[in-house]
Every structure is written in C-alpha cells, then in structure tokens.
C-alpha cells in the first residue's frame, strides 16, 4: 500500500502501489500540490499516527525511533520545510516546540515555501528575503478577496505596459511616490484614506504634500484605459510595485482587490520632511499602524527619485544614481552631507535617534537586508485599511 502525504493534511491512499501513485504525484504537480515524499506503508496506524502528529498530539513511538523518524521527515518535507529537529524525535510533546511549529504551518502562517524562487539572476537572492518573513509570519491578519482569472490576467498584462512606461519615461520615482502618498493617508483609528484610488480626484492632487504628482495621473491614465476593471486603487499600488522591481529592487507581492473610494483624505496625513523622529513616528506609526523598522526601511526608498524646488522646496538627488534601487541612500546618509546630494532634516533625524541608527547602519552594510525590510515594509504600506482579516 502506497500513502502520499500532502501539504493539504490529506492521507492519501493508493492500493495501487507506486505506479498509481505517479499518476497522483502528477495531478498533485497540475494544481501545484507536489507531493514531496512517498512512504511505503504497511498499516493504517502509522496514518493515524501521522494525523495525530499533525494536531501537535503526543503519540507513543509503536515500534522506536526509527520507524517514527521518516514520518516526521516526510511531513516536514511536505510542508515544503525539512523539520530537522523534529526528524531526530520519537515523540512530540502538545506543548513542545515542534507541535507549535506545526500549529503554526497548518494555520497558514507560513505562506510560500520559498521552493518556486524565481530563477532570475538579480532575483534569487531577493524573493526568499520576504519569503521567510511570511513563512515567519511576521506579515498575517490580511484576509485577501477573491477576483477573478480575468482580473488577474488584466493586471498581468498591465504589469507589462507598466514597465514598458516606466522604462521609457524613466519615472519610476514618480510612479513610487503616487503609490506611497496614496496610501500613507490612511488612519488607524478611523479607517479611512489609505490606497483607495483617491489620488485620481483634483481635490486630492491639490494637497501641497502631492505637488507634482498630477504628471504621473496623467502618464499613467493611457495604460489605466487600456485596463477599465482594474480599479485606480489597484493600478496606483501596481505601478509602485514595478517602479522598485524595474530599478533593480526587491520583488514585492502584490495581491489585487482594492475598491475605489469616492471620498479622499483630509490635507495633513503625510509626512513633513522638515521635522524630526516625533513626528516620523506620529505619521508611520501611531497614524498607520507601522513599525520603527519600517519607517527606516521605507526612508531607504529615498534611493530612486530627486526634490524638486518648485515642488517641496527642497533641491537635488539623495544618491548619485538617483534611477537605481539600492542600499546607497543609506551609505550616502552615514557618510555625511556633499555638495550635489541631498539630505532633508527627516533623513538626518534617522541618525540622530538611538532605535534608528543601528538599522541605518544595518541597512548601509547589508543591502539583502534592507532589500527584505523594504518589500515587507511596502507590502504593509500598500495594503493599509486593505484585506483586514
């Protein structure tokens, strides 16, 4: 008898042995389930065991070490997740370590097994990044809508005119920043603002905060008509997604199925950048909902883009490749002010207080590092208010 255990917790029992069990191994692949390990197994206790041992349920070894050691290496390897320390235990206590970590993956917790990494050169090294972030479950309590294939698809093909843009037009700063104020106007406490497609009404480009930004509403809105059932809310939070991927940063996820709002924000919910680490917290965390860590990480995104006089009041680039995405906002920020480059009084608040600097440090000697913080801090920012479970 042949059993196939699955990461969806279900025994599968094939009584015709291994030639059968290749056709399962094959439909499990088509609706991307892959089963990871076939046991030969000759009795029904041992896929009760198994069950059991997915709950966290203490169980007695039946027959020694040995013959519990492939179980647990075979759901551990299901789950997509060796379980090496679980591998070398006969037994497993309900309120050990290895029964909360297996609680832990059978809620969902761990989201991507980090297995189906993307093969591209400048891409491998950055997607586990988040990855394990999720598979921690560091990023939980969303509760995503279901869309349909067809919106999935149309937000495919719009993913690709967006590049096409942005390479183009080289705006990939601008497309970053129509995405970040879109969402950073959202509050914590009264659920409203947030990336809900506001950004497309007068009312809300008239903000000074958005001075500017009714040039990329009016580069984007040929490729928007092109995709008229993708919402504005989407679409905005799409292209800053790709403004960071095509500039050589991190991959952040995307999950569509935003609704457009009618009703913008009140002025006043961005950050000023002429004041200090107060005020940083203020905005980013008792007005969003985020952390310490990603307040420096975001700051990182500094790294594309330039001031504009007529805009902020302010003049200048923070990096001397102000097209490319890399950790060098934060070497540039450490090694003091030169003439050319910009440092406004919220980046020099960073290394001034005593919880941000060691990331500003963290982020300027290892750029994996920050790479992984920023895509978990942007997925945050782009779903504010979005998806609560």
Not at 107 to 136: H, I, M, N, Q, T
Not at 190 to 213: Q, S
Not at 252 to 277: C, I, M, N, Q, W
Request: proline share 7%; hydrophobic share 35%; net charge positive.
């Amino acid at each position: 008898m042949i059993k196939l255990w699955y990461p969806s917790s279900v025994v599968w029992t094939n009584p015709k042995g291994r030639e059968g069990s290749r056709n399962i191994l094959q439909g499990a692949n088509k609706v991307k389930r892959p089963c990871r390990s076939i046991e030969s197994l000759g009795s029904d206790g041992f896929a009760r065991r198994c069950d059991r041992l997915e709950h966290g349920i203490s169980t007695p070894s039946q027959g020694g070490a040995n013959q519990d050691r492939p179980a647990l290496v075979a759901f551990g390897s299901a789950l997509g997740r060796p379980i090496q320390s679980l591998s070398r235990r006969p037994r497993i206590a309900a309120a050990g370590s290895g029964a909360k970590e297996i609680q832990r993956l059978q809620r969902g917790d761990r989201a991507f097994s980090g297995s189906r990494v993307e093969r591209d050169s400048d891409r491998v090294r950055r997607r586990p990044l988040l990855d394990s972030r999720l598979r921690r479950g560091r990023i939980m309590g969303k509760s995503y809508p279901t869309v349909s294939a067809e919106y999935k698809k149309a937000v495919e093909k719009c993913k690709r005119k967006l590049r096409g843009l942005i390479a183009e037009k080289k705006c990939a700063p601008l497309m970053l920043r129509i995405a970040w104020h879109s969402a950073g106007t959202f509050d914590v406490k009264t659920k409203t603002g947030g990336p809900f497609g506001t950004m497309k009404h007068a009312e809300e480009l008239g903000h000074e905060a958005n001075n500017g930004l009714d040039i990329a509403v009016r580069l984007l809105q040929p490729i928007k008509d092109q995709f008229p059932t993708i919402t504005y809310a989407d679409f905005y939070q799409l292209a800053g997604v790709v403004a960071v991927e095509i500039t050589g940063g991190p991959e952040v996820p995307f999950h569509p199925g935003r609704e457009d709002k009618p009703k913008p924000p009140p002025e006043g919910r961005l950050p000023d950048a002429t004041k200090g680490s107060d005020h940083l917290r203020q905005v980013f965390s008792v007005q969003m909902g985020l952390s310490d860590q990603d307040i420096v990480a975001l700051s990182g995104g500094h790294t594309l883009g330039r001031c504009h006089k007529e805009r902020s009041g302010f003049e200048g680039p923070w990096t001397a490749n102000p097209l490319i995405f890399d950790n060098s906002y934060f070497k540039e920020l450490l090694s003091g002010e030169k003439e050319g480059l910009l440092q406004l009084p919220s980046d020099k608040a960073l290394l001034a207080d005593p919880v941000f600097r060691p990331l500003v440090e963290k982020y300027a000697a290892d750029e994996d590092a920050f790479f992984g913080d920023y895509a978990e801090a942007h997925l945050k920012l782009s779903e504010l208010g979005f998806a609560e479970a």
